[in-house]
């Protein structure tokens, strides 16, 4: 008994030494180097939320022992002891950076190299004062042309590294015939009382999750080009906006952007939910209209068009001509006023012109405050996210001036995007790492207009960005997580789906 | 001391008879095993190696995990890397075929005198793997040529170490149902075989109530693993999937002949499991035992051509690979001859309009490109590869990998190509997955390093950069090859293959009205030799044309003579006997195609020049 309590008093002292043993010590004799050190990702002079996950990097340097001080004006410093994968601890990494709000943080990466210590250039990144939207949500899937296997739309806890699947397409069960596709996932108003995706090919439709229940319509009307397309949730009335797009896919024979898509035509119309029922916004052969979004206020609703070709009588020859003058088509911004109470829209206005900008306009989502709209420019044609000439750009809709997010571009496409509920934040793709496989960006966007040198969304390890072969489309942000369950989604996708209402 | 004297004499003691016959058996088993796989499908073992992945990477292991029967798959697919080296991926299974073979024996199925039948179970087993001829290249089940084995190899040990469980009863067979039901989550249908295996041995012992409790438990067990994995485990997987994985039932993913083979493996075990106890009481005569092997092995062997098919047309794109044209054409006449591929090697050679009909049938379909799912046949790779048109070879080569799940042959393909395309980024991670391969390590890091220094990479890639068009061309493959390799040559004059290639393409498509306005880059480059196909079309057109005149020196005078000879057979002969009747003097000209054969337009009507 005696020595039994003798382990009992022991088993403290014990755990203590092995505590202090393990404690990082900081170290204080190095000489400084020149050159900057090589981090992926690149998060150097970035601007970070105050509730984002750590920004765990990779050391791109030769060392013996590597060690790394993160620090700010206030708090305990983090100190790791690290292989080339620096993993930073996720609470320590909360408390610093939530007690350092509008203050920078700094990284000191040490290296050992024949006995001695040595410190890179201090890395400076700036703690904004607004959080982002807590949950991204994207699919994954290889950026393909024709083909895909397994895919799905994943949801990201960005506060840490959780990510877990709303669907993916392996509920068709049978992985040896062709699965699913789905796509176009779009959430009301940044919450997620109201979500939709669409499931292509096999028992295809659109999924509506309206506040508990669910539903799954064919969006193919025999009047339309297509079933629904790009997504527009109203911001408060239970209606969605979509294109209705006719979709054709050709390859370059020597053009590194070796895919072009093109709508041969396109259209947009409403769907009301509750009564199933869509109605037709524009239905003309001569412009091209797509890419539909809402005003905060939903009083607007925002959108892309494009002079078409003359009809022709013959489709193919349509087609042939779309490709020979593929470079021609060029789509500008507009915008038509809609009456919330009648559900009926007025005029067309044009809010930017090609001319003004030599480029081809995508993807245009308005600020959450209304005063800012964001689009994807590119140099001709609708599929903005393989042209590498593709950037962010914004118009003050107060001033109609025109800039582009120059701290956030890349020489790569950067492409579909999403503001946060509060406006500060823009996630968006972008395929700057490799030219192919896209990936999660995010830049502040302050109150002045201007945005800030964008950072890869941060991973538990970050090689992942290189061994992951799927890219990640559709950046959404929301403030909540979806309410759905990923078996009963699974259920309602295996259904049929139900008819429109004429 | 008693010791010492009993030491030497073990040492010394002869073999008994009978465990003589047991190791020579073995011993002659995986000789054969080995031999048959080594000389007849080398170079299939090795493109099964090439079609599968296995990294050294946490990562690869727990994307295995997530999934039902994800374990075995993993296994399948470390295995299955080996067969890159043929003389040791063979040895592998023939080992792991005998291991299966002896805990086959140790299940006591069989009478002790006959356990040459326990080695029918894993002959059927190789005549599965080693005969999935085209489906091959269907590499949704990447790592099957293992997977399977190690399937059954789970399957029978359990059997076998449960069955040495003393003495029997409830907790017996508790234990029992909870090995199947790991093995339901490691193997999928595999553990549900188990089961079925283990529910007709209670079905053949013990008395009316021991069975029933044992049959409770097994199907207890059975409900509880399927829906502890379906809650639990595997939280975003179908149901089915879990009882499904590993589960083939489809003739056009395997081929049929592998299917029969593993059905009727799974009927023999299960038959023997249920009829064991009066099997055990028979003793086969042993020469019967041997005849019976043979007639399997034969089966194996002989029944099964798809294998050897298999074998030729990837020993073919391994030649095509290294680029040792002479050797392919050599092959060229073996059954599964790759006509694609000879068509390649044709070009290089510059006799593409000499040859074209001189290796394969006139009427056949799919001469310079395959069809159908022409977007997914790794043959067309390497065709485009060879034009230089490497952004197609490209977008090609990843609609493969997406469809098939990653390999090492996409990684490797798609690694080289963005090297070419000069895309390093890109290259670089691709290059870097395989890098993590064991035996392409090696390969992969000196095309690293390479990567980061560009002059030493334009050197090495100069020669073929230079077949890459020089202006670009904007069109949908998918609605055929023939005319993008017409529109080609209009892109790509430095190929020496582009004006062949688009040639031959317009004599498939029978468009010999356009021949002539191709006359003059074809004097050009070939002087006054016309090539004999082109001769032989253009005779067709002044024959069939009476306004058209042929200008002199084009065709010779002996090619209008044969001309002659045979519009005057096939207008005496019409119908489908003419076909036959001119089959052998005519089956190598164009004539004889042209008449023949049934094309489509090809057109492409996205075509278009982009001039960059």
């Known amino acids: 008994m005696k020595s039994f309590m003798k382990y009992i008093l022991c088993a403290p002292l014990l755990s203590l030494f092995l505590l202090t043993s393990c404690e990082v010590k900081e170290i204080k004799a190095y000489d400084v180097l020149k050159d900057p050190v090589q981090i992926f990702p690149d998060y150097t002079a970035i601007t970070l939320p105050p509730n984002i996950a750590p920004i765990n990097f990779s050391i791109e340097a030769e060392g013996e022992q590597f060690q790394v001080k993160i620090s700010a004006s206030k708090g305990h410093p983090i100190l790791l002891k690290t292989n080339k994968e620096v993993q930073i601890p996720i609470k320590k990494w909360k408390a610093l950076i939530s007690q350092n709000l509008n203050d920078t943080l700094h990284i000191e990466v040490f290296v050992r190299r024949e006995s001695k210590w040595y410190r890179y250039p201090v890395i400076s990144n700036f703690i904004a004062p607004d959080s982002i939207d807590r949950y991204l949500t994207y699919r994954l899937i290889e950026p393909g042309y024709r083909y895909w296997r397994e895919m799905g739309i994943f949801q990201r806890n960005l506060e840490s590294f959780d990510e877990q699947p709303i669907l993916t397409n392996r509920f068709s069960s049978d992985e040896y015939k062709s699965t699913q596709c789905m796509n176009c996932h779009s959430f009301q108003n940044y919450g997620t009382d109201r979500f939709l995706f669409h499931l292509r090919t096999g028992k295809g439709g659109t999924v509506f999750y309206d506040k508990g229940t669910y539903r799954k319509i064919n969006m193919r009307q025999d009047s339309a080009l297509s079933a629904a397309v790009y997504p527009a949730w109203h911001p408060s009335l239970n209606l969605v906006a979509f294109s209705t797009n006719k979709t054709s896919q050709a390859f370059h024979m020597y053009n590194p952007q070796k895919v072009e898509v093109l709508d041969t035509y396109s259209d947009l119309v409403l769907f009301d939910v509750e009564k199933k029922k869509l109605t037709p916004i524009f239905r003309t052969d001569s412009i091209l209209e797509t890419f539909p979004t809402w005003s905060p206020d939903g009083k607007w609703l925002y959108y892309c068009a494009a002079s078409n070709l003359p009809s022709y009588t013959d489709k193919a020859t349509h087609t042939a001509e779309m490709y020979k003058n593929y470079t021609e088509v060029r789509y500008h911004l507009l915008r038509i006023p809609f009456d919330q109470d009648t559900h009926t829209f007025g005029a067309p206005d044009t809010i930017v012109r090609i001319h003004n900008t030599k480029a081809s306009l995508s993807f245009p989502r308005v600020s959450p405050d209304g005063r800012y709209l964001l689009f994807t420019a590119s140099a001709y044609g609708t599929f903005s996210i393989w042209h590498k000439s593709s950037e962010l750009y914004v118009v003050d809709l107060q001033t109609m001036q025109m800039s582009a997010l120059k701290a956030a571009n890349s020489k790569e496409a950067d492409s579909y995007h999403s503001w946060s509920s509060n406006g500060r934040w823009i996630a968006f793709s972008s395929r700057r790492l490799d030219g192919q496989y896209t990936r999660t960006f995010i830049t502040y966007f302050n109150k002045a207009g201007i945005a800030s040198k964008a950072f890869l969304l941060p991973q538990k390890s970050p090689t992942i960005n290189q061994t992951l072969y799927k890219a990640f489309n559709v950046p959404e942000l929301s403030r909540e997580a979806v309410k759905t369950t990923y078996r009963e989604l699974e259920r309602v996708a295996a259904q049929e789906a139900e008819p429109l209402k004429k | 001391m008693d010791r010492q004297h009993k030491k030497p004499d073990a040492a010394i003691h002869p073999l008994q008879p009978k465990k003589k016959r047991s190791a020579l058996t073995a011993v002659l088993f995986v000789t054969v095993c080995t031999l048959y796989l080594i000389l007849f499908r080398s170079s299939y073992l090795q493109m099964t190696a090439q079609l599968s992945l296995f990294l050294n990477e946490r990562s690869f292991f727990e994307s295995y995990l997530q999934r039902p029967g994800g374990l075995l798959h993993y296994g399948g697919q470390f295995f299955s890397q080996f067969l890159l080296i043929p003389w040791l991926g063979a040895l592998l299974c023939a080992l792991l075929l005998l291991t299966l073979a002896i805990l086959v024996r140790t299940m006591h199925l069989f009478h002790s005198k006959n356990e040459l039948l326990s080695y029918i179970p894993p002959l059927l087993l190789l005549g599965s793997v080693s005969n999935m001829g085209e489906m091959l290249y269907v590499n949704v089940n990447g790592g099957y040529f293992f997977s399977t084995i190690l399937g059954w190899i789970l399957v029978a040990a359990l059997y076998s170490l449960t069955s040495r469980f003393k003495p029997k009863g409830i907790g017996c067979e508790m234990l029992s149902a909870i090995g199947a039901g790991l093995l339901l989550w490691v193997g999928g249908i595999y553990g549900i075989i188990a089961f079925l295996f283990l529910i007709f041995r209670v079905v053949r012992q013990g008395d009316a109530t021991d069975r029933i409790y044992s049959l ?75 005849v019976l092997l043979a007639i399997v092995f034969l089966a194996v062997g002989v029944v099964s051509r798809q294998g050897q098919t298999a074998n030729t047309r990837c020993r073919m794109l391994q030649l095509a690979e290294n680029e040792e044209w002479a050797k392919l054409l050599s092959d060229a006449n073996r059954p599964g001859a790759s006509i694609p591929l000879i068509a390649v090697a044709l070009a290089k050679e510059n006799r593409l309009l000499n040859n074209l009909f001189g290796y394969v049938q006139p009427t056949s379909k799919n001469i310079l490109f395959e069809t159908p799912n022409e977007q997914l046949s790794i043959v067309n790779i390497q065709v485009l590869r060879n034009l230089g ?113 688009a040639v031959a393409a317009l004599l498939l498509q029978k468009r010999i009205q356009e021949l002539p306005n191709w006359m003059q880059s074809i004097q050009e480059t070939y002087h006054q030799s016309i090539p004999l196909h082109v001769q032989e079309a253009l005779a067709l057109k002044a024959g069939l044309d009476p306004a058209y005149v042929l200008p002199d020196g084009w065709v010779d005078a002996r090619v209008n003579r044969e001309l002659q000879e045979f519009l005057t057979l096939y207008t005496s002969a019409k119908g489908p006997e003419a076909a036959m009747i001119l089959t052998k003097q005519y089956n190598q000209t164009y004539w004889y195609y042209y008449m023949f054969a049934s094309v489509s337009s090809g057109k492409d009507e996205n075509a278009s020049y982009d001039q960059r």
């Open chain 2, 216 to 290: 409770s438990v097994y199907l207890i067990s059975l409900a509880v693993f399927l829906f502890a994995g379906y809650l639990f485990l595997y939280p975003n997987a179908p149901f089915s999937s879990l009882w499904m994985a590993h589960l083939k039932q489809y003739p056009f993913l395997l081929g049929k002949f592998p299917l029969i083979f593993e059905w009727s493996l799974t009927a023999y075990m299960a038959l023997a499991v249920l009829l064991s106890s009066r099997l055990s009481r028979v003793a086969l005569p042993h020469r019967l035992g041997y």
């Open chain 2, 389 to 501: 048109l490497y952004y197609y070879a490209y977008n090609l080569a990843y609609e493969n990998m997406v469809f098939r799940a990653p390999s090492i042959s996409s990684f490797h393909q798609l690694g080289e190509l963005s090297l070419i395309n000069n895309e390093t980024e890109l290259a670089k991670k691709y290059l870097t997955t395989l890098s993590h391969a064991w035996l392409w390590k090696k390969e992969a890091t000196s095309w690293l390093q390479l990567a980061d220094s560009p002059a030493l990479l334009d050197t090495k890639l100069s020669s073929l950069r230079q077949l890459q068009p020089r202006n670009n061309y904007i069109g949908s493959f998918y609605s055929g090859f023939e005319s993008m390799v017409i529109y080609n040559y209009a892109v790509s004059q430095r190929n020496p293959m582009s004006l062949q290639y």
